[in-house]
């Protein structure tokens, strides 16, 4: 039973945070997304944003050499055995491959000097300006929405590890829901506040059934639900009390309940003061009951404190004697399911 339950487990969100909703048979998709361009561009994949980046240049250098060769043409300028008192509109341009580098040379202001505008054709000055200005704001626009994709907080959420598997168990005298949080990098994350969603099916007073409901679930450490800053592993709880939203989870019905725990870290970056978030997502079969986390902080010979990750996913059935004797029976099934 709890092998094909396995099998068809449904996730909203990845282990690793990612969206598992497909969105479909939207009207105008092409549309919207151009509307909001801007969020278009800097979503999209590095090779997609690499091939836009250097086409940017090429097809503007490109397209207004094609305008000043058709300039030139229509001052007679490539013609054959042209008059001594002739000026072209640019110098020394005869070909399309001369108006491309004279293109390339004036968007880039390299300025060889060997080709340039006359000052006898007002319609290649226009156009020169125009060049300047309109392939000016392009590379604005394209080149900030690649630094702002560098500078997007969501690599940074990257390095923030959950633990594979939460963990049921006594703290305190009190029922509890734990999962493990730690910062794999030496610069501080600030303000941190770990937050859960409970995702469950659900059947209102009027019969109306929803496929999704969402019930807040409030994480603590110790006895606030804000740590000031992660620079240690820490572990934040939820206590499983009548006014929780998974209040009625005992040993016995865990496995064969239905719901999806998401976990979401909101915190502030030291060193850029930019918020990040990272979040992962719990379902009954990664929930272990009558377990606890092994320690992962050691202290050295030398006064420093080392944390182990070798430890960091790694539980330990609980030692409350208490606890234990009501659920012998749950944890030699989930000794089992853990093989």
């Given amino acids: ?74 001052n007679g300028d490539l013609e054959s055995g042209l008059s001594s008192n002739h000026t072209p509109c640019v110098m020394n341009v005869e070909t399309l491959t001369g108006a491309f580098l004279f293109s390339l040379e004036s968007q880039t202001t390299i300025g060889y000097g060997f080709r340039y505008i ?45 633990s594979q598997s939460a963990v049921i168990c006594r703290h305190q005298g009190q029922l509890v829901l734990m999962v493990r949080v730690a910062n794999m990098r030496k610069s501080l994350l600030i303000q941190c506040q770990l937050s859960g969603k ?29 740590c000031p800053f992660l620079i240690l592993p820490l572990t934040f709880y939820h206590v499983l009390d009548d006014r929780s939203p998974l209040a009625g989870l005992n040993a ?41 986390f092994k320690p992962v902080l050691f202290s050295t010979t030398g006064g420093r404190y080392v944390a182990d990750f070798n430890f960091f996913d790694k539980v330990q059935v609980s030692n409350d004697a208490a606890f234990l004797s009501n659920n012998t029976e749950k944890l030699k099934l989930e000794e089992e399911y853990k093989k």
């Fill in 252 to 292: 016995e019905n865990l496995l064969t309940r239905d719901f999806e725990l998401l976990v979401t870290l909101n915190a502030t970056m030291e060193s850029t003061a930019a918020t990040c978030q990272s979040r992962t997502s719990y379902v009954p079969q990664e929930i272990l009951w009558g377990y606890e």
């Fill in 118 to 162: 006359s000052e006898e054709c007002p319609l290649a000055i226009f156009t020169l300006v125009a060049q300047l200005v309109i392939t000016g704001l392009a590379e604005i626009f394209v080149t900030g929405a690649f630094l702002a994709k560098l500078a997007r907080p969501k690599k940074r959420a990257e390095t923030i590890k959950f």
């Fill in 1 to 74: 039973m709890v092998t094909n339950k396995t099998e068809v487990q449904r996730r909203i969100v990845s282990k690793d945070g990612h969206n598992n909703v497909r969105i479909d048979n939207v009207e105008g998709m092409v549309k919207l997304y151009l509307h909001d361009i801007w969020t278009t561009v800097v979503d999209m994949k590095w090779r997609y944003k690499l091939t836009l980046f250097a086409s940017t240049f090429v097809m503007t250098w490109f397209i207004f050499g094609v305008i000043f060769y058709f300039i030139g043409m229509g």
């Fill in 198 to 226: 409970l995702l469950h099916s659900n059947v209102t007073e009027e019969g109306e059934k929803t496929q999704v409901h969402q019930s807040s679930v409030d994480f603590y450490m110790d006895s606030s639900g804000e």
